[in-house]
C-alpha cells in the first residue's frame, strides 16, 4: 500500500501530538485533546493541507488503553495504522538530543517514513481476546493487593505482641479478593471454552506439560492467537528467553545473554512453567538433572527449558495436533 503523508503520533493521557511528514520533510505539527473532538479537529487540519486520511498512515508507540480513542476511531474510519514499540523507534531513531511531545511525534513520523516498506498494519484484536486481556490484567492487579495484604499480616503475627496483634483485621478483605481471583478465572475459562478458536487453541497450548491456564492465555492474547507472533524464535525473543552472543573480533567474550528489553509478565510465566515442567517425572526433567550434573548453571539450564517449552506450543499450533510425550523428536 502507498502513502502520501506519515503521520506519527506522540500519545498521552489527555493530549495528542501529531507530525505530518511527506517525502521525509514534516509539513506541519498540531496538538490536540486525546478524545474524539481533539481527533476530529486534526483530522479537519490535515484536510486543509491536502492531505486526506485514506492516503496517510497513522504511527503510534504501544501506551496501553491512552492508544485507544485514536484506534477506535481509524478503526470505523478505516485508517491504516502501525503500532510499534517503543524500544523499536527509540533503537531506530539512534542518539538524539532533545525530547519532548513534539520532537517524539516528528521521530516516530520519520520511523514510518523510513520503514515504509516494513509496514505492520495494526488490527483490532477480537472483543473475545481483548475480554480475556482485561480479565487478566484485572487478576494481576487483584493478586498484588493480595500479596500487599498477606505478607504484612504475617509478618506482624510473627514479630508482634499478641495483645496487639488482631487476626481478624484484613482477614475479610482477604477472602474478598480470593474469591474474586476464582470468579475471574472461572470467567476466562467459559470464555475459553464458549470461543470455537480460542478453545480449541487453550486445549493444544496446555498440552504442553508445565503449561497451566494463565500462561496459556497470556501467550494466546500477546501473539494475537498467534497471528501477529507466528515464529517461535520471534516469541522467545519478544519474551527474553533467546540467549544473543555477546563477542566481537578477539578482544570481546562476554558471556551468552538474554535480551532485558523483553514482555517481563510473559518470561515470568515462562519461568513458572519451566520451574513447574522439571518437577514433572519426563523428558524434561531428565534433560535438567543431565546438564545440571555436566555443570551448566542451573539458570542456564532453566531457561533452555523455557526455549523447549515454547518450541513445542508453536509445534503444536503448526501442526493442529496435541502434544505427545512420545513424539518428541519434532517438537522439542
Known sequence: MKFDFFIGIDVSKNELDYSVVKAGVELFH???????????????????????PSNALFCMEHTGIYNNPLLNYCTKQKIAVWVEPAIQIKQFSGLQRGKNDRVDA??????????????KLWEPKRYAVQRLKYLLSVRSRIINVLKQLSIPL?????FTDSRVYNAKMNSHSIKVLKREIKDIEKEI??????????????NLVTSVEGIGMVTATCI????????????????????GVAPFEHSSGTSIRGKT???RMANKTVKTLLHMAALSAIKMKGELRDYFE???AEGKNKMSVINAVRNKLIQRIFAVIRDN???EKIYTNSLA
Do not use: H, P, Q, W
Open 30 to 52: 498540531f496538538k490536540a485533546a486525546n478524545n474524539l473532538d481533539g481527533i476530529r479537529a486534526f483530522v479537519k487540519m490535515l484536510k486543509s493541507k491536502g492531505g486526506k
Open 106 to 119: 516528528l521521530r516516530i513520523a520519520l520511523y514510518a517514513y523510513k520503514n515504509r516498506g516494513e509496514v
Open 154 to 158: 504475617k509478618e506482624e503475627k510473627d
Open 189 to 202: 475459562l467459559l470464555i475459553l471454552k464458549e470461543d470455537k478458536e480460542l478453545s480449541r487453541m487453550y
Open 220 to 239: 494466546i492474547i500477546t501473539t494475537n492467537e498467534f497471528k501477529d507472533i507466528t515464529e517461535a524464535k520471534k516469541f522467545a525473543c519478544y519474551s
Open 257 to 259: 545473554r538474554v535480551s
Open 290 to 292: 543431565r546438564k545440571v
Open 321 to 323: 495436533r496435541k502434544y
